[in-house]
């Protein structure tokens, strides 16, 4: 019998006793390079962080950004990022920030809402400014809510009580108007909370187009319900009522333990009711304690 075991070579490159010469190296393939997968997964955290950095309105601007932001007719946002930074100027008692006032004043005439809104909340830093007084004075009268609420509130920094009105209707149930006539497709159910800009309702008017409205203000849609999906609808009519959310009620009864008069003793105490919470409620006894306080000092 053939000896096996002598038949198998010890040569390690001839494997099993083959010939070297004969032998067929294989080579692994190459892996493919990673960088492409580490660019991409880059790019995923890069392009959020400066798509945020560039729209965060804390993010410093000089000079030179500011009165270019101010005047972006484009971005909206550029104006408000601008604003906001002149605000905190304002607030440090930085001089710099009064060669800016006329583009602030400018900017409260802005078509745009959120704009006005802004500009309204700025020029109540300085309440010793006639310009911006002034300005606040036209805001009052603006078509926004909001912007008429901004300007009521930092009127009463100027110790002006013109904005009174608009200050107990912050207290009160909101009426939305529909902008257009239609059918009702789509309603936010009552007791909802909405945000101002959020959906409301969606109308399709008498050209079949599908129409959005949007809250005009925060809150929460009031019951009973006004209408309902499948109802008619005309220009102006009420589409629901929203009470006002807590922020607003806050807001109002510290301006108003300012400037209230004993006539909105008995609106501050519906106000509770809207909102039970401890904060209103604490709010709303200053308040009132504020105007007793006041009508007895003048001898009313």
Known sequence: MPNLKSQVSNDPLSPNGQDA???????????????WLIIIAALFIIVPFLTWY??????????QELATYLTDQNNPRHNQHALLQIEAKIETNDPGAKQFYPQIVAASKSSVPEVRKTAAWVMGQDNKSAEFHAALAQLIKDEDPLVRRNAALQLVRFGDASGHDELRAMLQPFAARSPVAGTIVGLL??????????????????????????????????????????????????VARILPDRATIIDALRALAYIGTKDDLTLIDDATRIDPSAEVTKQAA????????RNEGSGQ
């Open 21 to 35: 010469d004969s032998v067929v190296v294989v080579s692994r393939p190459k892996r493919p390079s990673n960088i």
């Open 54 to 63: 560039l729209t965060w309105f804390g993010r410093g601007l000089s000079d």
């Open 189 to 238: 159910p009552v007791n909802s909370s909405i945000r101002a800009g959020a959906m409301l309702a969606r109308l399709r008017d008498t050209s079949n187009n599908l129409y959005e409205f949007r809250s005009p203000v925060d809150g929460k849609v009031a019951y009973p319900p006004l209408v309902k999906e499948g109802d008619q609808i005309t220009t102006t009519q009420t």
């Open 286 to 293: 200053q308040t009132t304690k504020a105007i007793h306080t």
